[in-house]
Nanobody, 125 residues
Framework: VQLQASGGGLVQAGGSLRLSCAAS????????MGWFRQAPGKERDFVAG???????YYADSVKGRFTISRDNAKNAVYLQMNSLKPEDTAVYYC????????????????????WGQGTQVTVSS
């Protein structure tokens, strides 16, 4: 699977962005998908995940503000980000997991087998 993230940009605090991740391959619907982010000098952290069956998971810091969704017909996963804060500034990465007990593993970077190249999100105060 190859992943291509897009949709990042510069936005003011309180604004919104929608990130997209396009995936190659005909078995996209079998993959669990996640979004991670990495701020300068920090580790890459879990943001949101969606299982192959549509169950969703969020980091506490984004609950109620971000929504992850997928469109299997388009081989795509999305991250709708609302009420953005300066602390959301980071490079955002999408990732794919071939098979795992996702409900207990979605949070960990090493759960995911494939990663996209990242898209920069900058939130100004």
């Amino acid at each position: 699977v190859q992943l291509q993230a897009s949709g990042g940009g510069l936005v003011q605090a309180g604004g919104s962005l929608r990130l997209s991740c396009a995936a190659s391959g005909r078995t996209f619907s079998n993959y669990n998908m996640g979004w991670f982010r990495q701020a300068p000098g920090k580790e890459r952290d879990f943001v949101a995940g969606i299982s192959w069956s549509g169950s969703t998971y969020y980091a506490d810091s984004v609950k109620g503000r971000f929504t992850i969704s997928r469109d299997n017909a388009k081989n795509a996963v999305y991250l709708q980000m609302n009420s953005l804060k300066p602390e959301d500034t980071a490079v955002y990465y999408c990732a794919a997991d071939r098979a795992s007990s996702y409900s207990s593993s979605y949070y960990y970077r090493n759960t995911y087998d494939y990663w996209g190249q990242g898209t920069q999100v900058t939130v100004s105060s």
